[in-house]
């Protein structure tokens, strides 16, 4: 049990209604700073549970508890005021005109003045490396760039808790060395849901392992990924060494 | 296909673009409703107000040439949905048109509905070349239309931009492979396309919202650089509102 946990998760299940189970039975806390690989087949169950957490769908069993408040309807708002999310294709995050306005979007729903959400969003590009892009549109920009955008619309309000979906999906060495540079440098509590078991080597210290909609392993990234029995088992990618 | 599609001349410094979006959505429907209050055949005033369009247009700095092109579709639609009067109101035959006979009043009817409708058209492209959509629609919400009307109507903006976007890739990968040569072959393509597209769209614009809704969004879209209606705009819209009201006026009281 962590001292403070920032993410509560006890006996959640979910299932679509048609009745496919898609979790079962998970349970784990993420204390606050504490950065957590989340890894497992396709199919694993790793975005569900993600978007459990932001309370984009609810669990048909369970319950999960967000920075002390429970992720339900009517308390969304203050739970996602506390947190982050990135999503796998950073296209879905970036929709308007420039840069600059769609890091600005979380803090102006907020209800921070324009003017000082420019100052925050401006000032989390340059943070990332983007100053100079600023007031470009994201599809002028490279799949890394867009990338790095999309974690700034997370990181501008600064949350407790980041939630990421394949942040290194489909980028180049580059690419993967600047996304895990930044992880690893934040001190928010971090979730990284991937099938980049290197990237989980180089910024979570603990690893939780999903399988078929259940919590299969919950520790240490090093043991897990040493056991290369057990990642096959579970059909997951050895780790070149 | 993206936000910068329509409102190209968004970014150009003019009176237009000095002027505050809901000053330049009052100007743009209050024009429209000068040029439809003029009488038909009152051929002065109707010129009169579509200069004061096109005076407008050239204050924007938008080009004759994509004035025209912008403004050719909506006026295409009215010349097809306005043809009906030239052989249906009633007055004296001026031409044979096959079995029907155009008359002088369906002529003047029909010349006064494109000479009105020119200028509300050309008040229209004025207004979606300089003012970027989202504006639009907080300037739509600052002149009280209701907020369901306004998401909505920048949340169809925003999934038209991701089907435009899904449709340009599913037209690549088909072109990569040859596809769509020949008129029967292009068919087909576009019928599998629309229906690929909107499978896509749906899928794609339920992400979007998603993202959306994670960094907080409720229902109303912020923008960053709103410019609200101030004392120089609403006097601007004013003087033109005033000159279009006294062309009127006057096109009913002089005969």
């Not at chain 1, 599809?139 to 867009?146: A, I, L, P, Q």
């Not at chain 2, 025209?68 to 295409?76: D, E, I, M, N, T």
């Not at chain 2, 088909?174 to 769209?201: D, E, I, K, P, Y």
């Not at chain 2, 992400?207 to 969004?217: E, H, L």
Request: with cysteine.
């Amino acid at each position: 049990m962590n001292p403070r946990p920032v993410i509560q998760v006890a006996g959640v299940a979910f299932a679509y209604p048609g009745g496919h189970a898609v979790l079962e039975d998970v349970s784990f806390d993420v204390g606050a700073g504490e950065r957590v690989g989340l890894v497992g087949p396709n199919g694993a169950g790793k975005s569900t549970l993600l978007h459990l957490l932001v309370g984009l769908e609810e669990p048909s069993a369970g319950t999960v508890v967000v920075a002390g408040i429970p992720v339900r309807p009517g308390r969304l708002e203050e739970v996602r005021a506390r947190m982050g999310m990135v999503f796998q294709d950073p296209d879905d995050q970036l929709f308007l005109p420039t840069l600059v306005e769609d890091v600005a979007f979380g803090p102006l729903n907020q209800g921070v003045a324009p003017a000082e959400a420019r100052r925050l969003a401006e000032a989390q590009l340059e943070l990332l490396g983007l100053g100079a892009m600023a007031e470009r549109a994201a599809h002028h920009t490279s799949g890394g760039e867009r990338r790095r955008a999309a974690l700034a619309t997370a990181l501008v309000s600064r949350p407790e808790l980041l939630l990421l979906d394949e942040p290194t999906d489909g980028l180049d060495a580059r690419g993967r060395h600047a996304i895990v540079g930044i992880l690893r440098e934040r001190p928010e509590a971090l979730v990284v849901a991937t099938h980049d078991l290197d990237v989980v080597r180089a910024v979570c210290p603990r690893t939780l392992v999903l399988d078929g909609g259940k919590l299969v392993a919950d520790g240490p990234t090093e043991r897990i990924l040493a056991d290369a029995a057990f990642l096959a088992r579970h059909g997951i990618r050895v780790p070149l060494d | 296909m993206g936000f910068h599609h329509l409102d190209h001349y968004a970014g150009t410094a003019s009176p237009v673009t000095r002027t505050s979006p809901a000053a330049r959505v009052v100007g743009a429907v209050g024009l429209a409703l000068c040029a439809s209050l003029v009488p038909p055949g009152a051929w002065t005033a109707m010129a009169a107000i579509l200069a004061l369009s096109l005076a407008v247009a050239v204050a924007a700095r938008i080009p004759a040439g994509v004035l025209l092109v912008r403004a050719s579709v909506p006026l295409g639609f009215l010349v097809l949905a306005s043809a009906g009067v030239l052989v249906m109101a009633p007055g004296t035959g001026v031409a044979g048109l096959g079995p029907l006979s155009v008359t002088d009043r369906g002529v003047v009817l029909f010349a006064s509905a494109l000479g009105r409708g020119a200028s509300a058209v050309v008040a229209g492209v004025v207004l979606v070349s300089t003012t970027p959509f989202p504006e639009l629609v907080t300037a739509l919400r600052e002149l009280r239309l209701p907020r369901a009307v306004t998401s909505s109507l920048a949340l169809a903006y925003r999934f038209l931009v991701v089907l435009g976007e899904d449709v340009a890739r599913i037209r690549r990968a088909a072109q990569v492979r040859n596809g769509g040569r020949g008129r029967v072959a292009r068919r087909h393509l576009a019928a599998g396309m629309a229906a690929a597209a909107f499978a896509r769209s749906y899928d794609r614009s339920e992400r979007v919202f998603r993202a959306m809704r994670v960094r907080g969004y409720g229902d109303a879209m912020p923008t960053l650089a709103y410019q609200r209606m101030d004392r120089a705009s609403a006097l601007r819209v004013a003087s033109l509102l005033a000159v279009g009201a006294t062309l009127v006026v006057a096109a009913r009281v002089v005969p």
